[in-house]
């Protein structure tokens, strides 16, 4: 894969990542509303990163989360163990 | 349900085919610890859990799954280059016989996974204490693989689960105080 895949993938890591550690942390502090300012921002930037890597590499989430081009590509390699 | 994303929770890659790791770090596939064993046993407490921390379980089992397959990854990477002569050198021989390059749910001795390494006492104190334990415990067995590895990309995506196990730790710990909180309050009204 090109190097802009590798790039691309890991802001997209690391922003996910930031989401995953603050919904373990919301979830034992529902009332810290700093945290769930953050969270929201964090949520915005994936969603942003992931259009962005979708444009180029095709869909990441499966079920109708992502949009498919013609043809049907979701089922393509490389799958992230392949890379 | 759950949504499937093409992506790793965090890059995964090694520096070379290297099998003997392999055969250490099946431990986190299918062993007592494992992240196998961790996804299944928070998933399965969580419908006999206390709605306040029913979340907590939820979430971090997924994220276990993320780990598994962070570890399937490895695994396959360390593996997928390597002749016969290579496994039965490492250690693999019989594994070889049995399952080709597949990936098998198994711990370092070769000991099938079974769900006899995870339990469900309904008592929710029990088992986040259980769940306390299962995180300390592949903490520590990540180190132990890191301490035999000489692989520089391994061990940063070792640490990265190693850290994971911590916080996991003290979100359960966490747990308990708020079930003890609840507790008492009950007893004062």
């Known amino acids: ?83 | 349900m759950w949504v499937y994303e093409k992506k790793l929770q965090y890059p995964v890659k090694v520096s070379t085919c290297n099998p003997r790791l392999a055969k250490y770090l099946i431990e986190q596939y299918g062993g007592a610890d494992g992240e196998l064993s961790a996804a299944l046993r928070y998933l399965n407490q969580r419908y006999t859990i206390p709605d306040k921390v029913v979340g907590l379980l939820n979430d971090i089992g997924t994220e276990e799954f993320a780990h598994l397959e962070m570890i399937a990854t490895l695994i396959y990477k360390l593996t997928k280059d390597a002749t016969p002569a290579q496994l039965e050198e490492a250690g693999l021989g019989a594994y070889y016989v049995n399952h080709d390059q597949a990936l098998y749910y198994q711990n370092a001795a070769g000991s099938p996974w079974t769900a006899t390494y995870i339990q469900a006492k309904g008592d929710p104190i029990a088992d986040l204490y259980e769940d306390i334990a299962a995180e300390e415990k592949a903490r520590a067995t990540y180190q132990w693989i890191i301490d035999l590895s000489d692989d520089p990309f391994l061990n940063d995506s070792l640490k990265f689960l190693r850290e994971r196990e911590i916080v996991h730790s003290q979100r359960f710990h966490e747990a308990v105080e708020i079930l003890k909180e609840e507790r008492d309050r009950k007893k004062i009204f």
């Open chain 1, 1 to 83: 894969m090109p190097e802009s895949y590798y790039q691309l993938m890991e802001k997209i890591q690391a922003v996910d990542f930031v989401l995953v550690d603050l919904t373990l942390y919301l979830d034992t502090h529902p009332d810290d509303l700093e945290a769930i300012k953050q969270f929201n921002q964090k949520a915005y930037e994936s969603k942003q990163l992931k259009a962005e890597f979708e444009n180029q590499f095709g869909p990441l989430l499966q079920y109708g989360l992502s949009y498919s081009n013609y043809p049907w590509n979701w089922k393509d390699a490389p799958w992230p163990w392949q890379v």
